[in-house]
C-alpha cells in the first residue's frame, strides 16, 4: 500500500505517523523536540523513528514525506527564525531529510498543512476558496484560492494573526501593535479578561484567579454558567474575529471559514457571536455566501493528516 | 491579425478598442452609456459600434471580447446592482452579446481587467503574485495569485476598497462604515482635508474653496508648494494605506503592489510617506520583498488594455 510520512514540529514534541490515502494512521510517533539543541541531530533520531514505523505498519511503499513546522518556508525547505525551536536562523530541513529519502520532501507552516488537511480529508473537500484559522496560542491561517495553498512571493504567506486591527493596540510577539492574535486566541482571551476586570464592576470567579494562571478554558467554563465578565470576552472575540473574516471576505470570498483549535473548541460560545457580528457587518456582495464552521478534523490526529495531506498534494 | 474587443463600461462613458496581442489599439470608439435606460438597447449601440471599428481596423480576425464593468461578475458574466449605471439588478450582460458574437464574450469588473491588463501588457509582466489598487472616486483592486486572478467562491473577490479599517468610521456608499475607499481615494482625501481644517490651526488656500468644489487635484497642487494641511493630507492618506497593504502582504505576500489613478498621479507626494510607512509597520518576514510601484499603463490607454487583456487571458 501506499504512504506517506507526516511530521509535525512543535516547539516540545514532534508528531510522526505513517498515513494512506484515505487518511488511515497506520503508525505513529513522537520525539522531543526541544531535547535536541542541533537540527542534525534531531533529523537523524526522526529518520530512525520513521524507519520503525515503517517497519511495523507493515507492507507499505513509501511515496513522500510532508513536514509541518512553525516559520516552515515551502519554496525553500527551510524553517527560517522560529522562535519556539531551539535552532536558530535559517534551517534547511528538507535538505537534511534528503540525505536520507529520494522521495519528494515537502515543508510548509504548520497552519498551511492544516488546511491542506482540510482540502483533502476534511470538510473543505470539493471547494477551490476556503480559510483555515487554527486559534491556539496564537492564531495561524492557511488560505486555499483557485484549489491551490497560497504562499505568496516570499513563500510565507498567510499570516492572518498578524493583521493590524488596532495600530495602537496590544504589544505582539512580532514586536508590532495590535496584531489579530493578541486579541483572537487562547491568550489574547485572557488579555481581554484583564481589561474587562478594570472595565466593568460585576463580581465574576474569574477575579480569584491569577493573570499568570488564568486560562481560555477556565473562561470557557465560566461562560457556560453564565458569567457576565467571560461571555463579554468571548463576545468581543468574536466581534474583533468578524471584522477579519469580513476582511479576508473582501480579498477572497471564501466559501467557507474553518476554526480550528482550543478557542474553537469553545462551541456556540464563540460561534454565536461570531455569526451574528459577521452577517451584520459583511458587504452585501459576499452575505450568506459563506459558512463559518468548525474544523472537521479530530484536534488529536490534525497536525498528522495535515502534514500528511501536504506530501499527497505534491504528489498530485 | 488576430484581435480582440476591450470594452469598459463606466457610468458615464463606455470606451471600445481594438487590440492586437502586443497592445496596439488599432482603432477605437465611445458609447455614451448614461443615454441607455435599457441593457438591451446599449448592446445593440455598441455592437453597431464594434463593427464600425473592426472595419475600420482592416484585415483583422475576431478571437474574443473582454468587458470591464463596475460589479461584473466573471462566473456569471452579469452585473449586479451597480450602483452608478442606470440598469437596476441583474443585467446577464454576456448573453446579450453573445446574441451577436460566437467567440468568447468575458467579463468581470474594472479593477479585476485592469490588473490582466498590467499581467500581460504591463509592469506585472512575470509576476505570478502582485494587487493593483485604482484610486479613483473610491478604491477598485485585483489580486493576482499563483498567476491567476483572485475571483473567490461569488466571482466577486478583490473588493479592497471596502476592507474595514475604522469600525466606527466614516460613512461608506456600501452602508457600512470605515471602509478603506472613504479614506483612500479621490473622494477620501477629500474628506482628510476637511477633517484637518477643523483640526488644525494653520492657514491654507485651500480653506478658501467650498467643500463641494475640494478636489483631489487642487489639494496635490497645494501640497506641490508646500500646504502643511495639503502635505498632513497625504501622510494620513499614506498612513492608511500603508496599514492595507501591510494586511495584504499578510495574506498574499504579493512580489508588487501597483498604484494606478489619479491619486497614485501625485507621484512621491503619495509614494514618499507611503514607502516610509510600509517599511516601518511590515511584518518582517516581508520585509523589503514587495515593491510599491506605479502603474505602467497610460491612464488614456488602460482601461481599454485591460478588457482586451481579459480576453486574452482567457484565450489563453
Redesign the interface.
Known sequence: MEVVIGIDIGGTNTKIGVVDRKANILAQGRVKTAEYKKAEDFVEVVHAEIQLLLKSAGSVELRGIGIGAPNGNYYKGTI?HAPNLNWKGIVPLVNLFKKHYSVPVVLTNDANAAALGEMIYGGARGM??FIILTLGTGLGSG?V??G?L???????????G???ME?FGRECG???QGCLETYVSATGIVKTVQELFAEKREPSPLRKVSADALTSKMIAEAAEKGDPIALEAFDRTAEMLA?AI???A??????AVFLFGGLAQAGYLLFDPLNRYVDE?I????RK??KIIPSSLKEADAAILGSSALAWKELG
Chains 1, 2 share one sequence.
Request: glycine content about 10%.
Open positions: 527560517e477551490k476558496n488560505i484560492i483557485n491551490e497560497v504562499y505568496g512571493h516570499t513563500g510565507f504567506a498567510g499570516e492572518m498578524h493583521l493590524t495600530p512580532c514586536g508590532r471584522t469580513n476582511n479576508a473582501v480579498f477572497c470570498s471564501p466559501e457587518t458587504l452585501r456582495y459576499y455566501t459563506m
